[in-house]
């Protein structure tokens, strides 16, 4: 994260660092914890601000090369708890209000899809997705071509 502005960038060049690499999930959740848990409270809101203004699409994806379920589920709960802590204030957190919803029915309809499956059916409640950004199997070419300005 660079310190003149809150921009989540998953580490540096060579191999790393990349304009689609922008918005990781795990460097998210891990830095917007750990900002809201210590009361760094300008770092929390403007992390968490961004995350959520360039990462996050309407319809409750992440602008990264593959979604991490537990990752996005985990965002929920850091806005959340910002929110609780009296960090994000009830304007900041409407301000991003159909996101977040989106993202909560994004997860609400793969547990819905996980339940349709016979109870003795080893998919019966089990969401299906990816746990880790790095076992993509394609380049998402929107992410290529139109990369999220980072301000």
């Known amino acids: 994260m660079r310190h003149e502005r809150a ?10 660092g990349i304009t689609m690499q922008q918005g990781f999930e ?13 009361g760094a409270e300008d770092y929390a809101r403007g992390f968490i601000d961004q995350q959520y203004r360039h990462y996050i ?9 593959a979604n ?23 304007e900041f957190v409407l301000s991003h209000f159909e996101k977040a919803r989106a993202v909560a029915d994004m997860l609400a309809a793969l547990r819905a899809t996980a339940l349709q499956y016979e109870k003795d059916d080893p ?13 993509f ?6 992410q290529v071509r139109n990369p999220p300005a980072c301000r």
Do not use: K
Request: hydrophobic letters at 35%; glycine letters at 12%.
């Open 7 to 16: 921009v989540c960038r998953y580490g540096v060049l060579p191999g790393y």
């Open 26 to 38: 795990d460097t998210f959740t891990g830095i917007a914890m750990a900002a809201v848990e210590w």
């Open 57 to 65: 699409r309407s319809d409750g994806t992440i602008n990264y090369r």
């Open 68 to 90: 991490e379920l537990a990752q996005e589920a985990r965002m929920l709960t850091i806005l959340a708890l910002c929110h609780s802590y009296g960090i994000c204030g009830d």
């Open 123 to 135: 998919r019966y409640g089990l969401i299906a997705g990816l746990d880790e950004g790095d076992t």
């Open 137 to 142: 199997t394609h380049v998402y070419e929107h």
